[in-house]
């Protein structure tokens, strides 16, 4: 049996498997079809200071590979998931809190709330789907910089993992930025913005207009931005984006991550996370691979 433990930021993970933001809830509707604490951590749905109701529906969209989500946000706010489910979490798995904030001052305040109670903070600069925050924060390497140094001020011993947006210009010089304010981790990818269409009404499927795409489509796109982060930077790297099956991790994990998420497969098969990671162990095993944290960057490029 290989070794299946990684380490992030000085954290140990039993396996480099974690569901990934929205796709999971808190865990608890998964822990009722399997046990939970079998994965390396749960990464809890984007959390606010103040709850919040997303999007009117429509707000999914499925097509060819991929699904559209406008879900913008829903979330019981920070202080019901520390009052309700933390505890809980806590006691089966690493827990990653994923923010989001709508001004600097409130990822300052969501970070300082979260301080000490949770394994990693990861910052969500990058949810397409909401008017304010999301995405403004996480385009330009300045204001990612802004947010993770503010961000870090408030959270000195919680590991600061700061997620990336797919939607830029320059991954590198995104990373760079994230490195240079102060992040201890860099998760990518967030969704692709993309428009899905009713033919019949000429209108958008989804009441927000545009979505975020996920899912299996995107894979290769995300690997090859895993890959130019894993090389800008000094820094860990979670890598996600598509995957679906142990091999798609082993792909990430060759780009440079040291763990992966996995999202919008939670969706088609609710065992999905857990069989991923006990098929990355078979993998492992198969390969002669004795620790998993072996495989990570060692892609070699033609
Ligand atoms: C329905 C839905 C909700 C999501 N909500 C969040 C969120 O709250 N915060 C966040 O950082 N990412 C969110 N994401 C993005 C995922 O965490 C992930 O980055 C993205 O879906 C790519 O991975 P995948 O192709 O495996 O789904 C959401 C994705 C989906 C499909």
Redesign the pocket.
């Given at each position: 049996m290989a070794d299946m433990r990684v380490t992030l930021c000085g954290v140990e993970l039993k396996n480099p498997v974690i569901p990934?933001?929205?796709?999971f809830g808190f865990g608890r509707e998964y822990d009722e079809i399997y046990d939970i604490s079998r994965l390396g951590g749960v990464a809890t749905?984007?959390l606010t200071l103040l709850p919040r109701l997303g999007n009117p529906t429509p707000r999914?969209a499925e097509s060819h590979g991929v699904?559209l989500?406008a879900?913008g946000?829903q979330n019981p706010g920070v202080e019901h998931f520390i009052e309700h489910d933390l505890a809980w979490l806590k006691g089966k798995t690493r827990v990653i809190a994923?923010v989001a904030g709508s001004t600097l001052a409130e990822y300052g305040e969501i970070c300082a709330r979260l301080e000490g109670l949770v394994d990693f903070i990861e910052l969500?600069i990058?949810?397409p789907n909401v008017k304010c925050g999301g995405m403004t924060f996480g385009v330009k390497p300045e204001s990612i910089r802004e947010v993770t140094a503010v961000a870090k001020k408030n959270c000195p011993r919680t590991p600061l993992i700061v997620?990336l947006s797919p939607n830029v210009e320059s991954i590198p010089a995104n990373a760079r930025a994230a490195e240079e304010g102060g992040a201890d981790c860099i998760s990518l990818?967030?969704?692709f913005t993309g428009l899905a269409i009713d033919i019949e009404r000429r209108r958008p499927i989804l009441f927000n207009n545009t979505g975020?795409v996920?899912?299996a489509g995107?894979k290769p796109i995300a690997v090859r931005m895993v890959y130019e982060a894993a090389k800008a930077v000094k820094l860990p790297i979670v890598g996600?984006?598509?995957?679906t099956s142990a091999e798609d991790a082993v792909e990430f994990l060759m780009a440079g991550a040291t763990a992966v998420?996995?999202?919008?497969?939670n969706f088609t098969d609710t065992r999905a996370s857990l069989a991923i990671a006990e098929g990355l162990n078979d993998w492992c095993d198969r390969h002669l691979v004795s620790r998993v944290s072996e495989l990570t960057g060692t892609l070699k490029l033609n």
């Open positions: 990934a933001s929205g796709t749905k984007g999914i699904i989500n879900v946000l994923n969500n990058s949810c997620k990818v967030n969704t975020g996920s899912g995107i996600m984006g598509g995957i998420q996995v999202g919008t497969a």
